[in-house]
Antibody, heavy 119, light 110 residues
């Protein structure tokens, strides 16, 4: 079955950096687009970033452009999110999300990793 | 990249129906048949319950149904059950590998 396991969350000071990882299993990782979606505490979901199956296309929500970088290692079935210049408003649970085959929908989600930006 | 608009809350008694709206623009909801709905319980990850406006993943009860008219999509939960009490979010493809989510609706079973 599909499994997505995030790691790398934690507490970081404003202006700091953090890298999230997502270990994927149970599907052909190298043929599927992947995304990061975040949810601030007590608030709604926000799409953050997308990466094409081969890494050839990357997209970001405006609020993280220039600060966050999505990447993937298809040989190790792992998705990454490098987060730099972190701000208080980046505090959220970050979910690793798998794109559905032949569609533009999300179908499977990881359990999430909490990132807290605070001094 | 503005969030899709959902009512903050909706409620109904067991056995009744509740419908949640999701309003966007012609650049997202109105422009693509790639609207999804997710159910989320407190402290848990969202779960896909409707995709491509009207389709249900296997295992999702047929009490959940989706529709769309113009720039507004809707989720209807028929025969409401206590276990349906959760937060519900819509999402839509917005072109060029971008997506947008709704503001979320808390469904309460009275």
């Amino acid at each position: 079955q599909v499994r997505l396991v995030e790691s790398g969350g934690g507490v970081v000071q404003p202006g700091g950096s953090l890298r999230l990882s997502c270990a994927a299993s149970g599907f052909s990782f190298n043929v599927r687009g992947m995304d990061w979606v975040r949810q601030p505490p007590g608030k709604g979901l926000e799409w953050v970033a997308f990466i094409q199956f081969d890494g050839s296309d990357k997209r970001y929500v405006d609020s993280v452009k220039g600060r966050f970088t999505i990447s993937r290692d298809n040989s190790n079935n792992t998705l990454y999110l490098q987060m730099n210049d972190l701000r208080a408003e980046d505090t959220a649970v970050y979910y690793c999300v798998k794109d559905q085959a032949n569609s533009w929908n999300f179908d499977y989600w990881g359990q999430g990793a909490l990132v807290t930006v605070s001094s | 990249q503005s969030a899709l608009t959902q009512p903050p809350s909706a409620s109904g008694s067991p056995g009744q129906s509740v419908t949640i709206s999701c309003t966007g623009t012609s650049s997202d909801v109105g422009g693509y048949n790639y609207v999804s709905w997710f159910q989320q319980f407190p402290g848990k990850a969202p779960k896909l319950i409707i995709y491509e406006v009207i389709k249900r993943p296997s295992g999702v009860p047929d009490r959940f149904s989706g529709s769309k008219s113009g720039n507004t999509a809707s989720l209807t939960v028929s025969g409401l059950q206590a276990e349906d009490e959760a937060d519900y979010y819509c999402s839509s493809y917005a072109g060029s590998n971008n997506w947008v989510f709704g503001t979320g609706t808390k469904v309460t079973v009275l």
